[in-house]
């Protein structure tokens, strides 16, 4: 009314507003050389840093938690631009060793071999507005820096390895303590042996790696392409290797605003993507800047994309990581018409899958659910995967079985129903099969299956101490076989449906399948299996029961001449100081007069427990003093408060002394670990004459002092 009156001119609300100024990450960072790094902002690193900014403040540069390493030329530890704390308050610089002159970088006199490493680690972790030199994409990540030895160097393969977190038992005068904890989440090379073939052991590391880093996500292996404007395939084998990422570089925008392939890169069919590294503003090992380039620069800027991933989503495994940086790259020269370098389903060899974008990189990192793929192997049939550990038994997977001929004509046995586990034979080829059911709403991405023999038979099984092979794939299998733990077999699968299961076969051959006794004794075997890398839930310890990725099946062999109805299992564990273990001999579906009994290679315990049953069960019981015995009789679970000679009887066998249980169920034993931290138990049972046919078990479960079940082993029998 007023402004029809002519009274009014404009009117608008009485607004308070408070002013800011924009500061980093809404702002650019104060760093003087930013305005030079068009590589950061090409590839979109500046929102990438947005984006964290808007999960936590704290995150912005990436999480402390993240590890990466360089292997390189080595870091100038006084640098400006590196170093300091993060924002937990831990230094930048988590680990720095000379692998080359085998020193601490700390040693009087030590200096980086040349720029080169300082040109990697800056692109990674130079400091980010500080207001000095350039920024790194990831410097609020931790760093591990190390000079490289010799590319053809015999300490190499054990290198990476020790950056990964393991120990590998290098004797080299000056190798430094292992393993380091945490260890790399992130290995970054920008190097490669060029014209080398693939050697066995570099193979095994890449493996090894890719199964059991990252408590088996797998660590994440970036590789340089190279700058020979040739094929990697066959020449660059670590970069073509299928456990790493190989990087291409692509130069910046020309005046026609096209990005197109440096002319010194290296490509070929195995290039995951390319990144853009000509010209790259970088650290130098002078305490200044250089301009850095080549696939040199390009695979440090993947390796730090990933890191930001791994800061937005923890639990990625390394093929996520690996399918999110192929899928949000961008397509960069599309009308390339070159035979090898035109695009042909998405993909070019010369670029792979694409320019590296690091904020949609990270963004899918953010938006991906880990636990939409959940790839099971059951330890009984009640297990759905989702529960760790789960409940039951777990000795017995029924996604793990034997059988003696090739299954390729077997029917598929249903979910719910054991499978048709047979006794494996010696002298013959035997057939696994491992099961994998998808119980997640999505998908998988690839994975693969792999399937062990371990002649150590002790209850418990941790991963990864028990599932790391004990010679490298190439060697020779020794002949008798030793106890260790063996890779039967390997299958790569493409994809799971969700809510999908599949059966996976491997050959067992002969040359693995063990011998009726190792050191005197009958011992028995068990069978291992993994899906690898590992999806769904944490697990909540390192056992198998803890693992929804891991199987365990116990498991007897028909010798020739077999009139043995023992077996040695092993309890306790190497890393485990318990001063005893409980555990319990079930009577299961033997025959009421069938013989039962557990005697001990350990003379000490032996006699621990021989003068504990003379006492007629009186006295302390305590592992200082002996070990406790009682039976359960019955069904009820009652205890017994003493033990008797009906129940359990002192007897010699074969010129061994037994302790036999009578008629009882079932027999509760405390073993004093006078012996050390393993000891090795033999259970066994002889079948009365009218048996009927049939296949039947003795088991033995082990327990914590709490009464924590934590593994077991079962005598087949028939």
């Known amino acids: ?79 400006p631009d590196i170093g300091g704390n993060l924002t937990d308050a831990t230094p930048q610089l988590a680990q720095c060793y000379d692998f080359s002159g085998l020193r601490p970088c700390t040693a009087v006199g030590y200096a980086p071999d040349t720029s080169h490493g300082m040109g990697v680690y800056g692109i990674i972790s130079a400091l980010t507005n500080n207001a000095n030199d350039m920024a790194g994409i990831a410097s609020n990540v931790h760093h591990i820096g190390m000079e490289r030895p010799n590319l053809l160097s015999v300490n190499y393969p054990d290198v990476l390895l020790w950056a990964a977190g393991f120990t590998t038992g290098n004797t080299s005068v000056g190798w430094p303590a292992e393993p380091i904890a945490p260890a790399a989440d992130i290995i970054s090379c920008s190097h490669g042996s060029s014209g080398t073939p693939l050697s066995g052991i570099m193979d095994d590391t890449f493996q090894f790696l890719s199964s059991y880093g ?75 800047e250089q301009t850095f380039g080549g696939t040199s620069a390009a695979a440090p800027t993947v390796a730090a994309a990933a890191a930001l991933m791994l800061s937005a989503e923890p639990n990625l495994t390394w093929i996520n990581v690996r399918d999110l940086l192929r899928t949000t790259a961008v397509t ?30 990270v963004q899918a990192a953010d938006d991906f659910d880990p636990g939409s793929t959940n790839l099971v192997i059951r330890d009984n049939l009640a297990d759905t995967g989702t529960t760790v550990p789960s409940a039951g038994t ?15 004509a077997d029917p598929d046995p249903g979910y719910l129903v ?30 693969y299956v792999r399937a062990y023999l371990t002649h150590f038979a002790g209850s418990e099984f941790q991963y ?53 006794t190792v050191g005197g004794t009958s011992w028995h075997p068990c069978l291992l299996s993994e899906v690898s890398p590992h999806t769904g839930p944490t697990p909540t310890g390192v056992l198998v029961i803890d693992n929804s990725n891991l199987g365990q099946r116990n498991i007897s062999i028909n010798y020739p001449d077999d009139d043995s109805a ?29 013989k039962i009994w557990i005697r001990f290679l350990d003379k000490r315990v032996e006699l621990a427990v021989t003068k504990w049953l003379q006492s007629g069960g009186v006295g302390d019981p305590s592992p200082s003093k002996g070990a406790c015995c009682r039976c359960c009789c019955g069904t009820s679970g009652n205890m017994s408060p003493a033990l008797s000679s009906a129940q359990l009887v002192l007897q010699q066998r074969r010129g061994q002394r037994i302790f036999q249980l009578a008629q009882s169920d079932r027999l509760e034993l405390t073993v004093p670990m006078v012996g050390g931290r393993l000891t090795p138990v033999v259970i066994g049972a002889e079948l009365p004459a009218d048996a009927k046919a049939g296949v039947y078990q003795l088991a033995l479960t082990e327990h914590s002092a709490s009464g924590q079940a934590l593994g077991g082993f079962s005598l087949q029998i028939g």
């Open 418 to 447: 054991n499978p048709p586990h047979q006794t494996a034979q010696f002298g013959v080829d035997n057939w696994v099969r491992v099961r994998v059911k998808n119980t997640g709403v999505a998908a998988s991405s690839n994975f």
């Open 464 to 516: 990864p101490t028990d599932y790391i092979p004990s010679i490298n794939s190439g060697d020779p299998i020794p002949s008798p076989l030793v106890q260790g733990t063996y890779l039967i077999g390997e299958v790569l699968v493409n994809s799971l449906a969700a809510g999908a299961s599949d059966i996976y076969d491997f050959l067992w051959p002969a040359a693995l399948v063990p011998p009726e």
């Open 566 to 594: 023992e077996m040695t299992g092993v309890i306790g564990h190497a890393q485990h100081a318990e001063l005893y273990r409980y555990v319990k001999l079930w009577r299961g579906n033997l025959p009421k007069k069938s």
């Open 332 to 361: 960069i020269d599309p009308a390339n018409t070159d035979p090898v370098g035109q695009w042909i389903g998405g993909f070019s060899q010369w670029y792979g899958f694409g320019r590296l974008d690091i904020h949609a990189a």
């Open 394 to 408: 777990f000795w017995l997977s029924p996604d793990l079985w034997v059988r003696t001929a090739n299954p390729a």
């Open 214 to 288: 990252r408590g088996g996500r797998g660590t994440i292996v970036v590789y340089s392409a190279g700058n020979a404007s040739t094929a990697i395939t066959g020449f660059r084998t670590w970069a073509a290797h299928p456990r790493t990422l190989a990087i291409s570089n692509s130069l910046q925008p020309n005046g026609a605003g096209l990005e197109v392939l440096d002319g010194s890169s290296n490509f070929g069919p195995e290039i995951d993507i390319c990144a853009q590294g000509t010209n790259a503003p970088s650290l130098n090992d002078t305490g200044g």
């Open 1 to 79: 009314e007023l402004y029809k009156k002519e009274l009014l001119v404009y009117g608008e609300p009485d607004l308070l507003a408070e002013l800011t100024d924009d500061v980093f990450p809404a702002d650019p960072p104060d760093d003087p050389t930013f305005v030079n790094q068009d590589n950061l902002t090409l590839q979109n690193a500046d929102h990438a840093w947005q984006y964290l900014n808007g999960i936590s403040a704290n995150l912005t540069l990436g999480n402390p938690n993240v590890y990466v390493a360089t292997l390189d030329r080595g870091v100038d530890t006084d640098h």
